[in-house]
């Protein structure tokens, strides 16, 4: 089945700086590679999806990157401002397969 | 607000017992996922549900059911309670049967005692 690791576990940035967080997945047919948030006390948000079809995609501050060939895909916040405190999560799958989430990435905007 | 409601928020319980978890999906939505989130072992994917019948099964244990009702709503029971089934437990909807945009709850934060 697929394996999504994700890295790094922990982000500590400024507010202003850009964060990154990366994922690889091991299944080459997986197509659909969602970001989620999630906030203390809540459930996981959807912030921004890609599919195998397109390398990157962009919305406001966020973007996506996705490298078909190396099997990873990274997240991209630009302009960090403390609401962005959360923890992210990535995901893939392929048609038919369940989504696999990757294990996390904490991230601390310090104002 | 993502439309997903999930009741109760908390549940604190004693090992051996049976619980209920109650799931409202997002008006409109089909399908409805149940996930078990711990602090070492992330999102598990539990267990499916599309239009009333059983869709996929994940890492769901033989003491854990779910089902969905007519009306799209889903509950998750969950028996013979051991320390270790302490976790968040999520309800998510899309309008598919396919795992894309998920729409997830707050979840049902468990603790058995």
């Known amino acids: 089945g697929e394996n999504v690791e994700q890295h790094p576990s922990t982000l500590s940035v400024q507010e202003g700086d850009s964060a990154v967080i990366k994922c690889t997945y091991s299944?080459?047919?997986?197509?659909?590679f969602p970001w989620y948030k999630q906030e203390l006390g809540k459930g996981p948000q959807l912030i921004i999806d890609?599919?195998?079809?397109?390398g990157e995609k962009k919305d406001q501050r966020i973007a996506v990157t996705l490298n078909k060939t190396a099997k990873h895909f990274s997240l991209h916040i630009t302009e960090t401002q403390p609401e962005d405190s959360a923890v992210y999560f990535c995901?893939?799958?392929?048609?038919?397969?369940?989504?696999?989430f990757g294990g996390g990435t904490r991230v601390l905007v310090k104002p | 607000d993502s439309g997903v409601t999930q009741t109760p928020k908390h549940l604190i319980t004693a090992t051996g017992q049976r619980v209920t978890l109650r799931c409202s999906p997002r008006?409109?939505?089909?399908?409805v996922y149940w996930y078990q989130q711990s602090l070492d072992q992330g999102l598990q994917f539990l267990i499916q549900y599309y239009n009333g019948e059983e869709r996929a099964k994940g890492n769901i244990l033989e003491r854990f059911s779910a089902q969905q009702f007519p009306d799209l709503h889903s509950e998750l029971n969950l028996s013979s309670l051991e320390l270790g089934d302490s976790a968040l437990y999520f309800c998510?909807?899309?309008?598919?049967?396919?795992?894309?945009?998920?729409?997830f709850g707050s979840g049902t934060q468990l603790s058995v005692l």
């Open positions: 299944d080459s047919a997986s197509n659909y």
């Open positions: 890609i599919r195998s079809n397109v």
């Open positions: 995901a893939a799958n392929a048609a038919g397969n369940k989504l696999t």
């Open positions: 998510a909807s899309s309008i598919t049967v396919r795992d894309e945009k998920l729409f």
């Open positions: 008006s409109g939505d089909l399908s």
